[in-house]
């Protein structure tokens, strides 16, 4: 072991002119095996991919699309082939989605959900982009302290915010309406904004505001004029994740919420289901569920790089 | 300040010099001149914090202390505002409660199912959207996909995938004779958890394969590349190099997911509703607070539940995790 890294770090030295592994990967598949000797420096897995890792893909894939194939399924199903499993649908209906979107109820969830991770994503980065700002660039005292405990609010049960908010709520009023859900989201909406944030203007250059500086700009007129325009990417990138995370926040939404009038999309879902545990009206439960997915899966396809870069940001640096 | 400017060049990543430039900033903040901007700096830094820390003691901190409050009190079920004030009085009845235990295990055997399934999921799918091959990019997209679905439409998916007759798992189970063919999943103890367990793997294992294949890619290829060339085979390449130098990554993710974990909430409550030994810590305060109307008691039971999840990210960081020091460490 400690043979190979010693090694590996002179083979190293000796070995900078040439390009990376993962320069070389992206010429692409049509470069010929071989053409840097005798198999020592081929690409991890570029060439042939072994029969086996093939049948992981696949079993990866599988393993991720077909319980969405299954819902979509049961979505097209009414009445008593609800009860069979067939693999297509006989006589498959759009009668589900007709019912789902007649549904008064849904559509109300439909309108709080959007109101509230809009108005929540929105208040979060306001306030999320100047703290990010201060803790990313600036100077101050317990820097260290500040962002552990913002990331460790990240980690409070949500029940131990709900259970007080009930109580709170209800007395001066604030239960089961939609300030009443937006201000406690708001406790795991900020500290995410500002932790996501804060990797992001770490990555932008200093030299950027030294030369603001030096044409005699304040720090916050750096930050307003030259930071933030260039942060937009991070910020929308930020605006994502913290809109999936709000529009899929269950736990508080179920606790401070008794009707339709307040109630999200998530919570609304779940009490379809649970009128009652023998009839379960599951084929419309599988269209509500598959329309809010939709613009969630559309999400993903159109972001896809934001989102991982947003997810990984801070954790790990390169 | 003056090293600030003195040194227009690019920042070197190191950290700790970044530490030791603001406590040389500080120390020398009486001696030189040039510290009306350092200042200037330092106040705007805290006006731009405060309101954010101010928000977040508002909807973090005076909430949990309320149910601090709330926890010692004894609530009157029938008539509003009438309260007496009982101690620790409803922490000695939920510790001494067979349900609490049973919560308790019940989170914890679920925690600790779905998180070593989605590390080792996790690391293998990383390995694998880390290799150079046609339909990376298709597989990456195709593996994020349940990541962004809502939690509660994930369970019903797992639902329809495990009714008794509907359900394709079931089905084929049936179809190929296997036991569990006949069984309603949701129904029975054990099988209950399973469903559930999956559910939260299907869901959340991308996450830990992204945090893990971010982990990958900062391992050098030159690393490899040496390795490859002092004739170390695959096997002993992962075990010697490619996972000792993942370890922070996993570690990471193993944090993240279990702090989630422990939370456990919509998949139960969607699925079975807490019954056949599904109920966790977060279900059972919830149902004491909102089902029996016992805010004393419930608000305990929340407390619990916070210490719980607050003394094992403790434990983490202790024992597992250096490197969530190295995290706070660059923030500095």
């Known amino acids: 072991m400690s043979t190979v890294t010693a090694t590996g770090t002179t083979a190293a030295r000796a070995d900078r002119s040439h390009p990376t592994r993962r320069g070389v990967a992206s010429l692409g598949p049509g470069r010929r095996p071989g053409k840097f000797g005798p198999g020592k420096r081929r690409l991890r897995g570029e060439a042939r991919l072994h029969p086996l890792v093939w049948v992981f893909v696949v079993a990866v894939m599988s393993f991720s699309l077909v319980p969405f194939y299954w819902l979509i399924n049961t979505s097209l199903k009414t009445g008593s082939s609800l009860g069979e499993g067939e693999l297509f649908p006989s006589q498959p209906t759009l009668d589900n989605y007709v019912s789902v979107f007649g549904s008064s109820e849904f559509l109300l969830a439909m309108r709080n959900s959007v109101i509230i991770a809009v108005v929540t994503t929105c208040v979060a980065l306001i306030f999320a982009s100047f703290a990010a700002y201060a803790l990313a660039r600036l100077k101050m005292r317990r820097k260290g302290l500040i962002l552990t405990l913002i990331l460790s609010v990240t980690t409070f049960p949500a029940i131990a915010i709900a259970a007080p908010m009930f109580s709170i709520w209800r007395e001066i009023g604030l239960y089961d309406t939609l300030p009443g859900l937006i201000i406690p989201k708001l406790t795991f909406a900020l500290p995410l904004a500002i932790y996501t944030l804060t990797s992001f203007f770490r990555e932008i250059p200093r030299e950027l505001e030294e030369s603001a500086y030096i044409d005699g700009a304040s720090p916050f007129q750096a930050f307003r004029k030259v930071i933030l325009p260039l942060a937009v990417p991070g910020l929308a990138t930020t605006a994502i994740l913290v809109f999936i995370s709000v529009w899929n926040e269950f736990l508080l939404a179920v606790t401070l919420t008794t009707s339709p009038a307040a109630r999200p999309v998530p919570v609304a879902i779940a009490f379809f289901n649970g009128t009652s545990e023998f009839d379960q009206p599951l084929g419309t439960i599988s269209a509500a569920s598959v329309i809010i997915t939709v613009p969630l899966v559309v999400l993903v396809l159109v972001c896809q790089k934001r989102i991982v870069s947003g997810m990984t940001a801070g954790a790990v640096k390169g | ?332």
């Open chain 2, 1 to 332: 300040m003056t090293l600030k400017t003195l040194s227009p060049g690019p920042r070197p990543a190191g950290d700790v010099r970044s530490k030791r430039r603001t406590s040389l900033g500080r120390s020398g903040l009486k001696a030189s001149g040039t510290n009306v901007r350092d200042r200037a700096e330092r106040r705007l830094a805290v006006r731009m914090t405060a309101p954010s820390l101010i928000l977040m003691a508002l909807v973090a901190a005076v909430p949990i202390g309320y149910a601090l409050w709330l926890s010692l009190n004894q609530y009157s079920v029938r008539t509003a505002g009438l309260s007496r004030f009982v101690g620790l009085d409803n922490y000695s009845s939920a510790l001494a409660s067979h349900e609490w235990w049973a919560a308790f295990g019940q989170t914890f055997l679920f925690a600790g199912l779905s998180v070593s399934l989605e590390l080792v999921l996790g690391t293998a799918m990383a390995l694998l959207l880390n290799l150079a091959f046609k339909g990376r990019a298709l597989l990456r997209t195709v593996v994020l996909l349940p990541y962004a679905i809502v939690t509660v439409v994930s369970a019903i998916t797992w639902e329809t995938m495990f009714q008794p007759n509907l359900g394709l798992v079931t089905n084929v189970l049936s179809a190929l004779g296997l036991p569990g063919g006949d069984v309603a999943w949701l129904g029975e103890q054990g099988y209950a958890m399973a469903v559930i367990v999956l559910a939260d793997v299907w869901k959340t294992t991308p996450f830990a394969a992204l945090l893990i294949l971010a982990g990958l890619q900062v391992i050098s290829a030159e690393t490899y590349e040496a390795a490859e060339l002092d004739g170390a085979g695959k096997w002993q390449t992962f075990v010697h190099i490619t996972l000792p130098l993942l370890r922070p990554a996993i570690v990471l993710a193993a944090i993240f997911r279990t702090m989630d974990a422990l939370r456990v909430f919509d998949l139960p409550f969607v699925l079975t509703r807490g019954a056949n030994g599904t109920e966790s810590m977060s279900m059972l305060a919830y149902s004491q607070l909102r089902e029996n109307r016992l805010i004393g008691e419930g608000s305990a039971l929340s407390i619990l539940t916070f210490l719980t999840v607050m003394a094992v990210s403790i434990v983490y960081i202790r024992f597992a995790g250096g490197n969530i020091r190295e995290v706070a460490k660059e923030d500095q």
